[in-house]
């Protein structure tokens, strides 16, 4: 990964009694929430670091992984979409990157993003014979659809979601009509959310495509299925994740590369301080894990989500951050 800036373009020479500029020239930023729990929260952190921080004027837009990374790089709006999926967008993001018009900052995850196929582990536990995906399209009448009790139910994410594509891609690959299985659009992360915590609750079987770190899966058991055929990575970025793809195959989801994506253009313009921050925050898949679930117990939002990162998380927002803009951070809590 090429980086924006070199260490002796961002220590900038100043001259002698001088004063920092970027504080008054940060100006405005658009941060867009692809409209997930952990993206509702580093979209916040995001904005407030760079506003109180940084003397910026972040806001934050509503979008979706495909539609806000597509703006980004055609558009350059929004600047940054704080939690980018790279993997599920096919060769738009390295596309965008090779061609100068989008630039890959800090990993979210440094292990990387973890989405598949689950079930409840109370289900798994009664049938130990379904162990892949192609092992529940044997099952439909353990995973009953509300609408149809008849057929099984393979429920998928909202549209606008990378993960979305993905699953209704092999949703075709694997004949799961044909096998009895009707795919369930949830309309949001939210009705996806309450699903799974609806079929939980009540013992019923629930299968779909789901990601990880996540607070739900923190709250309820869910066994990721395993693979029944390699991960094929150019048969993914060929087809799989592609929506008007015509004829997908069969292949195992790949981990998936989670960055926070920048517009060139503003990258160009940002200061050099701002960028370096973009850089550096970066979360293992625990750290994320504990704020999400601590949201999810709270009914908190992102902007209470951050808010509450700061106080509790210092010595690992700190890190990322100039000992200038900690202090106005703290300052400002």
Not at 68 to 94: F, H, M, Q, R, Y
């Amino acid at each position: 990964m090429k980086r924006l800036l070199t260490a002796a373009s961002i220590l900038l020479p100043l001259a002698i009694g001088a004063r920092p500029a970027f504080p008054a020239e940060c100006g405005n930023i658009t941060i867009a929430d692809v409209v997930s729990q952990s993206s509702d929260f580093l979209t916040n952190l995001d904005k407030l670091i760079l506003n109180t921080g940084y003397g910026c004027k972040a806001e934050v837009t509503q979008g979706g992984t495909v539609p806000s990374i597509t703006s980004l790089i055609e558009k350059g709006e929004p600047n940054v979409v704080s939690e980018a999926w790279i993997d599920l967008t096919g060769p738009l993001v390295p596309k965008g990157v090779s061609e100068g018009r989008a630039v890959l900052a800090a990993p979210v995850l440094s292990e990387g993003g973890v989405i598949g196929w689950y079930i409840p582990k109370y289900l798994a536990d009664a049938h130990p014979d379904i162990k892949t995906f192609a092992d529940a399209l044997k099952h439909p009448e353990l995973f009953p659809d509300p609408e149809d009790p008849s057929r099984g139910a393979i429920t998928n994410g909202p549209q606008g979601w990378g993960m979305t594509v993905a699953a209704s891609q092999l949703y075709k690959a694997y004949n799961a009509k044909d096998a009895g299985f009707t795919l369930v659009d949830t309309g949001s992360a939210a009705g996806l959310d309450a699903s799974i915590a609806k079929a939980y609750e009540r013992k019923q079987g629930w299968l779909g495509a789901y990601w990880a770190p996540t607070a739900l899966l923190a709250k309820y058991a869910m066994v990721q299925l395993k693979p029944d055929v390699p991960v094929d990575e150019a048969e993914y970025k060929r087809c799989t994740s592609i929506a008007d793809c015509p004829d997908p195959k069969k292949t195992a989801w790949p981990n998936n590369k989670v960055f926070t994506l920048v517009a060139s253009k503003f990258a160009g313009s940002a200061t050099p301080e701002v960028m370096t921050y973009l850089k550096a925050r970066e979360f293992t898949n625990d750290e994320l894990g504990k704020v999400l679930l601590w949201m999810t117990d709270n009914q908190a939002t992102g902007e209470q989500a951050a808010q509450y990162f700061i106080k509790t998380y210092p010595d690992l927002w700190k890190r990322w951050v100039s000992s200038e803009a900690a202090k106005k951070i703290e300052a400002s809590h």
